[in-house]
């Protein structure tokens, strides 16, 4: 009986051996790129998205971030509710990119205490966050098919992160301070340097060949985001330029210095653009962000450091 066996044990021995063989020498897409990105969150691209309906969903979802002003924008052909740009412009790559303001932590984050609204928000109250905001339009009916495609492709971009947890790459890069404050006399000459070609000599963009929606997007005035948008801390800005501008740069290799970068967000956020009621933002006075530029505050720093800086008083009063 036993020596029966025994050939048969050493025969699945051996297979299983070969098995792993042949496993280990075939090449492992996933490891090769968490390599080359310093293990930075990328998003799935839209050929892994499915075939069946909850993939027509998703896909529509993604040409809706891709393709705003198409659908939504002044002459959209679903409705006319935001102001021509997209929300790719911001969330590059269809909120794929790392630190291209992606959508890798929403699934896993949200729904979550917000302390500029100061409740629980859902990805459906974020998304109209930046529409009324970012893109200074309406909101969406939470039940409407643009706002539950949108949802699902957000959903489906985060499915694989772990509850709470946020990866590295995800969302926008928090840069180094300056001791200064930053300077929009500085950031201007960057402007006009770098980024005037694209953006406008007014940062007023430059509409598509179509018409409906933008090349390349303003940066202030009537079309732009307005005053309760993200990019309008500097810190937000600042970071989402260090990684992404002058179009197309990528945190491998930045264009700017942080003290550019600072400076020109300086000078954009100095210009003219859309007015918004901010009166229920930010009910905890205490809970405003270093950079918040409007008080009351519970520092005794003015509206024009905690708009420009130096921004380190300011953090370090905090933690006392
Ligand atoms: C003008 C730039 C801009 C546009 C356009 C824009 N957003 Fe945003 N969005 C931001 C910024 C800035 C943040 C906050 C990032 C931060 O604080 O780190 C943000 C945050 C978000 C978040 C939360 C991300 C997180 O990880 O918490 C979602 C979801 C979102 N946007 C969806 C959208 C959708 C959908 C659109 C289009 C309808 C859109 N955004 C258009 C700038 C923009
Ligand atoms: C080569 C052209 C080009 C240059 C130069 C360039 N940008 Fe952009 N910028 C773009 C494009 C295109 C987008 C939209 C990206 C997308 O939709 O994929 C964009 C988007 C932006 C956005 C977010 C959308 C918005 O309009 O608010 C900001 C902010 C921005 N650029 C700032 C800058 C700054 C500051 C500079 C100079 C340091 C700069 N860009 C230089 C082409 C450019």
Request: charged share 20%.
């Amino acid at each position: 009986m036993r020596s029966n066996w025994f050939p048969i044990l050493l025969f699945f021995i051996i297979t299983i051996i070969i098995i792993q063989k042949i496993f280990d020498s075939t090449p492992h897409p996933e490891k090769n790129i968490s390599l080359l990105d310093n293990s930075c969150w990328t998003g799935a691209g839209k050929y892994q998205i499915s075939i069946d309906s909850t993939g027509k969903l998703i896909l529509y979802g993604r040409n809706l971030i891709e393709n705003t002003a198409y659908y939504l924008g002044p002459k959209g052909t679903v409705a006319r509710i935001s102001n021509g740009m997209n929300c790719q412009n911001c969330h590059l790559e269809a909120g794929t990119k790392p630190w291209g303001n992606n959508y890798g932590a929403v699934a896993s984050t949200y729904p979550k205490f917000r302390e500029r609204s100061g409740m629980i928000e859902s990805i459906e109250k974020r998304v109209n966050d930046c529409f009324e905001r970012s893109l200074n339009g309406k909101s969406l009916d939470s039940l409407s098919n643009e706002m539950r495609a949108i949802v699902a492709y957000i959903q489906w971009l985060g499915k694989n992160i772990p509850k709470n947890q946020k990866p590295k790459g995800t969302g926008i890069v928090d840069i180094n301070f300056l001791q200064r404050a930053a300077d929009p006399e500085k950031g201007k000459i960057v402007f006009q340097q770098v980024c005037e070609k694209c953006h406008g000599k007014n940062g007023e963009g430059q509409l598509n060949p179509e018409g409906y929606g933008y090349t390349y997007p303003p940066l202030w005035g009537d079309h732009s985001f307005n005053i309760g948008a993200g990019l309008y801390r500097l810190s937000r800005f600042a970071g989402y330029v260090k990684n992404n501008m002058p179009d197309p740069t990528n945190y491998h290799n930045p264009q700017l210095t942080d003290e550019q970068a600072w400076d020109v967000a300086a000078f954009v956020n100095s210009q003219p653009r859309p007015a918004k009621d901010l009166n229920k933002d930010w009910p905890t006075v205490k809970a405003k962000p270093f950079d918040y530029p409007f008080g009351p505050y519970a520092d005794n720093f003015s509206e024009a450091q905690h708009k420009y800086g130096p921004f380190i008083p300011i953090k370090s009063f905090k933690i006392n």
